[in-house]
């Protein structure tokens, strides 16, 4: 269906081809999963595909891309609407009109169908997607997980036999996950449609995927294959593989059940053991909100939240989109004010305080790192810094080469990679030495390794008794990180205690190792591995 | 196999076709702008505004009313300002205060800073003004009542991309504001103040590049989702359509100059005509480039026509009336009187109520 012919693709302002050497054919009717650390050209190879490569983003292709028999360097994307469906990582970017059924109509009418089809295909995406209760909402006023199902169904409407997807539940919450991947299931079981989609959260996705193809990045060629065999030797994969692989189990599982089935012996093994009991924490509280509620606009975004951040103690927030969590940490930083009850941080109330107070007290990661940073160099960016923190020059320079060595001060801040961005941000915010860190969503964009850098960070400021607050949908960082975790349900804080016990119990935000081996109190696969690591010890 | 109905059915809670209510409100702003008379204008502005708070539905648009009633405010404000500071045209004999005068030098003759502020000055201006702001506020409740967006499906096929253009630069400066307010809380978080000129200027580079990546992404968005396909027409009705549009365009300019000049009466309304029947011309050839089709467009029925009917007709009077009775339509500031609310002219304003009574219901599907 999707054929590369020696595909390189080399954009004007860079040394190295963003892709090279591409050659494999993808068969009709699979799910493809484009893995591959940050940077490895998943993007590119997915813009080859939809046409938007080199025809939108410039660049020189070299090699052929077809699809369906159509080439993709002669169609520009619109003469590739009936065959390609594109979704971007941003639903709200790709919405054209102002209701979901009209949405759902555009790529029709640009075809020129006839009315009728368009009416009969409308209704059928409505009850496909389960999006006819919403059919005459505007986009922009749906949740997350609605809008990622609208911009799929606004692609499919026009019945293409290609469907092409970036990050699709990157920025979701499990639940909205489910029901997304759920779609593209159904797509691909009844209607045949091959699916070619990139995901950083394997966890998520790669139980479905019928092939994947690896982009090792570094110049290495593509791998295409069969999921488990290719996840054996993967750079990046998700907690299942990585228990199977510290367990030794081949073929390996790629779902929780199947890693299930296979862990009665490793369930035995551990038999009698328990994850080190998690850290405590003595800190004094640095932060308290007491029956906190807020509205934005007509809607009561937080209703009576009570919560104690406290030195040296790592909190995971989690929630559905929507929950309250991004109002919670404005809040903290006093860009809210309150509608009534208290936010105290550090002896100042935040809405009320100087800003150049409160920064030496709290600061906030934004979900978007881009927001903070406004200068042109990394070395411009840390003086900035330093100037705003009224901290001593170098300040910043010397976290930035703490948190992301080897990094050339004349790079702009935009040609960060999105790790490496997050991490600059985050040296900015502790460059005036607050005692609070709240970051929002910190791995969204993220790679397995940018991960880890950034829990090891998180880690040794904690352990430099920093108080760490992070909204999150990640369940596996929340597990591997956080002393505690707090649950936001509509404003409401409905469950709040140490990590182990709220995630064992709730279904949703359980990680994998917790769900293979339940019901033994496993979360991570660190865990596990230390545990078989004493065990051959002994 | 019957066929199915294809345009949304015309019975029970619907929208109401965006065209209507923009000849309405277009109606009611050409009727504003034929008098400076305030107790009319502000019927006008009333009127408007009631029929938007009947008939708006809930969608995210409907409440971008209340933003056009504040920059019709802004817009009366500016223009008193100016009067203080630049003075008035208007000989008055009422000096309300003497500000302190800047002397200029005499290249700069006729331009006068502080001075004289007199109730004259003043009351025109608050009357100029009122207009302008009741202009904007008409606009304002077609916004509130039909988005723009809906507007252009109802758009002939030929200038559906110009329509495009337009409706993507609207929503521009709605984005652009969620941008500024969003940096500016993000230089908060830097120690930096987010009050005055500086925090907004501080983040102006961040927010047109913000604003570029964003119209980037909407257009590749587009473009795969088939935006501008064309059919495939011969070269030469190409050529005939780019030769008509263009013609046709030369001929309402050329035309439109000669009426307003008042010298070329005689030749100017048949060029008029005849460059209006070439762009139509033109228009129509062109749309067989446009594959598009519409899905489910809005019917027009009687309600449509009532609707459409009573702007055009609360235009109509007004002109007619202003030409009969123009005092009562521009009340005179020179010797002061108190403006009087003319009987004629403020029926004929009332009869922009009528979609109050006759449009249907806006559905309730947003939350």
């Known amino acids: ?538 | 196999m019957p066929k199915s109905r294809t345009t949304r059915p015309a019975v029970g809670p619907r929208q109401l076709h965006p065209g209507a209510w923009w000849l309405w409100a277009l109606g009611l702003g050409a009727a504003a702008s034929r008098t400076t008379n305030p107790l009319l204008l502000l019927l006008l502005v009333a009127v408007a505004g009631y029929v938007v708070v009947t008939r708006r539905g809930d969608a995210p648009w409907a409440r971008s009313y209340g933003t056009f009633l504040r920059l019709g405010l802004l817009v009366i404000g500016i223009r008193l300002v100016f009067a203080v500071v630049l003075g008035s045209p208007v000989p008055g004999t009422h000096v309300l205060v003497t500000l302190p005068q800047l002397p200029l030098p005499t290249w700069a003759q006729g331009v006068r800073i502080g001075g004289r502020v007199t109730a004259e000055g003043l009351l025109f201006a608050l009357y100029d003004g009122l207009r302008l702001g009741a202009l904007l506020v008409c606009v304002g409740a077609a916004n509130a009542l039909a988005s723009p967006a809906r507007l252009l499906r109802a758009m002939p096929g030929a200038l559906y991309e110009a329509g495009v253009a337009v409706v993507v630069a609207m929503t521009f400066a709605p984005n652009l504001v969620a941008d500024v307010q969003r940096l500016r809380a993000a230089r908060r978080l830097r120690g930096g103040t987010d009050r005055g000129v500086r925090a907004v200027l501080g983040v102006g580079l961040p927010v047109l590049e913000n604003a570029l990546e964003r119209s980037v992404g909407l257009a590749a968005a587009m473009d795969t989702r088939g935006f501008g396909r064309t059919a495939d027409v011969p070269p030469r009705i190409a050529r005939t359509t780019a030769a008509l549009t263009l013609l046709g365009l030369l001929g309402v300019c050329v035309s439109a100059y000669g009426l307003l000049t008042a010298d070329g009466a005689g030749w100017a309304l048949p060029l008029l005509l005849l460059g209006l029947a070439s762009a139509a011309g033109g228009l129509i050839l062109g749309s067989r480039r446009a594959v598009r089709t519409r899905y489910r467009p809005d019917p027009w029925t009687l309600r449509e026509w009532s609707v459409a009917g009573s702007g055009v007709a609360a235009a109509g009077l007004m002109v007619w009336l202003s030409s009969r009775d123009p005092g009562a339509f521009a009340p005179s500031l020179v010797p002061l009187t108190a403006p009087r609310l003319p009987l004629l002219p403020a029926l004929a304003a009332l009869i922009g109520l009528l979609p109050a009574v006759t449009a249907p219901t806006p559905p309730r599907s947003a939350s």
């Open chain 1, 1 to 538: 269906m999707i054929t590369f012919d020696q595909v390189s693709v080399q954009y004007h302002d860079t040394a190295e081809p963003a892709l090279r050497g591409v050659d494999l054919t993808i068969p009709e009717g699979e799910l493809c999963l484009l893995v591959g650390p940050s940077g490895s050209g998943k993007s590119t190879l997915l813009g080859t595909v939809s046409g938007l490569v080199p025809h939108f983003t410039g660049g020189v292709l070299h090699g052929r891309v077809t699809v369906g028999g159509r080439d993709t360097r002669t169609h520009r994307p619109r003469e590739l609407t009936d065959l390609v469906g594109t979704v971007g990582q941003d639903p709200l970017a790709h919405f054209v009109t102002d209701s979901v059924e009209d949405e759902l109509a555009y790529g029709m009418e640009s075809l020129g169908l006839a009315p009728e089809v368009m009416r009969r295909r409308v209704e059928e995406t409505l009850d496909l997607l389960g999006l006819a209760e919403l059919r005459g909402r505007a986009p922009s006023s749906l949740s997350g997980g609605q809008q990622q199902r609208v911009a799929i169904g606004s692609v499919l409407t026009t019945h293409p036999r290609v469907l092409v997807l970036d990050e699709p539940t990157s920025a979701l919450d499990p639940g909205a996950a489910e029901d997304v991947l759920a779609v593209l299931q159904r797509l691909v079981h009844d209607l045949g449609t091959t699916v070619l989609m990139a995901e950083h959260r394997l966890e998520r996705v790669v139980q479905y995927a019928d092939q994947v193809l690896l982009l090792p990045g570094r110049g290495e060629p593509p791998v295409l294959g069969e999921p488990a065999e290719v996840m054996a030797g993967s750079p990046v994969h998700p907690p299942v593989v990585a228990l199977g692989r510290a367990a030794g189990w081949s073929p390996l599982p790629l779902s929780v059940r199947d890693a299930r089935r296979r862990a009665a012996p490793l369930r035995a093994r551990l038999d009698g053991r328990t994850p080190p009991p998690p850290a405590v924490a003595t800190g004094e509280a640095v932060a308290d909100v007491d029956r906190l509620a807020v509205r934005r606009g007509p809607v009561p975004a937080l209703r009576g939240v009570r919560l104690a951040l406290h030195a040296g103690e790592i909190t995971a927030l989690m929630g559905r989109n929507g929950a309250g969590k991004s109002t919670l940490l404005s809040s903290l930083v006093g860009l809210h004010r309150p509608t009534s009850g208290t936010v105290r941080v550090g002896g100042l109330i935040p809405h009320q305080a100087r800003p150049k107070e409160l920064i030496r007290r709290i600061g906030l990661v934004p979900q978007d790192p881009r927001d903070l940073l406004y200068a042109e160099t990394v070395a411009a960016e840390c003086a900035a810094a330093d100037r705003d923190a009224a901290a001593e020059p170098g300040t910043c320079r010397a976290l930035v080469s703490r948190l992301l060595p080897g990094i050339d001060d004349a790079t702009h801040p935009r040609d960060l990679s999105e790790g490496q961005r997050l991490s600059l941000a985050l040296a900015v915010v502790l460059s005036s030495r607050p005692g609070v860190i709240l970051l929002d969503e910190p791995t969204r964009g993220l790679d397995y390794a940018a991960k880890e850098r950034l829990i090891e960070i998180l880690r040794s400021l904690a352990a430099e008794s920093h108080a760490i607050l992070l909204a999150t949908h990640d369940v596996e960082l929340a597990a591997e990180l956080a002393h505690r975790t707090v649950i936001l349900a509509e404003g409401e804080i409905v469950a709040d205690g140490p990590t182990p016990q709220v995630v064992l119990s709730s279904p949703a935000f359980a990680p994998q190792v917790a769900k293979i081996l339940a019901p033994s109190p496993w979360l991570t696969v660190p865990q596990v591995v230390n545990a078989l690591a004493t065990e051959a010890a002994s």
